[in-house]
């Protein structure tokens, strides 16, 4: 199947300071992808939808400047967590659709956050 | 307001039997459903899906059945091996948005 790679799997730093994720489609382009996060024995939340060549569009709640989201090409969304806080600890998932359609997404193994 | 709901969070099955995992909706518009296994640390894996005009789709030892009436469906596995010891989710989407509403998952445990 199609995949989808994500990096750093895990990551921790300082209060204040920006995380960047990169989530990469290896055999497909995406014109879009999804960036969800989860807290432990939660469920899955989406954030934002990652628009190649636009803006990313945010789900209610979700603070776009605080979560920058940059798709700068078919292949490459990067969402980036500026000023960290403790509470932005999480795992953060992205995901995309290949072949055009909205049948099966594909997920990164997804970025463990840690902010001390 | 939690639009996918897994209210049993968890299952244990022995190995062999059958294990069923059921998930709720309450948003009529979704029409394309699909179930995830994931382990801790790990992305969500595609099981199974099924488009919101039937109402069985099978594949292997996975079966989903869909019941528009009542906005419910389940994930049948059979038969049950260790190895499907996970947390299983089901996804809703609406209107080819891609937008994914997850539930909050059942953890399966599945006994030798």
């Known amino acids: 199947g199609a995949v989808v790679s994500q990096h750093p799997s895990r990551v921790i730093c300082k209060s204040g300071t920006s995380v960047k994720i990169e989530c990469r489609s290896l055999?497909?382009?995406?014109?879009?992808m999804f960036w969800y996060r989860q807290f432990p024995k939660q469920s899955l939340m989406l954030m934002a939808t990652?628009?190649?060549?636009?803006?990313?569009?945010?789900e209610q709640g979700v603070e776009k400047d605080k979560f920058l989201i940059n798709h700068a090409s078919l292949t490459l969304s990067t969402l980036t967590v500026t000023s960290a806080h403790p509470e932005d600890s999480s795992f953060y998932i992205c995901?995309?659709?290949?072949?055009?359609?909205?049948?099966?997404?594909?997920f990164g193994q997804g970025t463990r956050l840690t902010v001390v | 307001d939690q639009q996918v709901k897994q209210n049993s969070p968890s299952l244990s099955v022995q190995e062999g039997r059958i294990s069923i995992l059921n998930c709720d909706y309450t948003?009529?518009?979704?029409?394309?459903f699909l179930w995830y296994k994931k382990y801790p640390a790990e992305g969500p894996t595609f099981l199974i899906s099924?488009?919101?005009?039937?109402d069985k789709n099978e594949d292997g030892r996975f079966t989903v059945f869909l019941n528009k009436s009542a906005k419910h469906l389940s994930l049948h596995i059979v038969p049950s091996q260790p190895g499907d010891s996970a947390v299983y989710f089901c996804?809703?989407?609406?209107?080819?948005?891609?937008?994914?509403?997850f539930g909050q998952g059942t953890t399966l445990q599945v006994k030798p």
């Open positions: 995901s995309a659709y290949s072949h055009g359609g909205y049948t099966e997404a594909f």
């Open positions: 055999d497909f382009q995406a014109t879009t």
């Open positions: 990652s628009n190649e060549g636009s803006k990313a569009t945010y």
């Open positions: 948003n009529s518009m979704f029409d394309y």
């Open positions: 099924i488009s919101s005009i039937k």
């Open positions: 996804a809703a989407q609406a209107s080819n948005t891609g937008k994914l509403i």
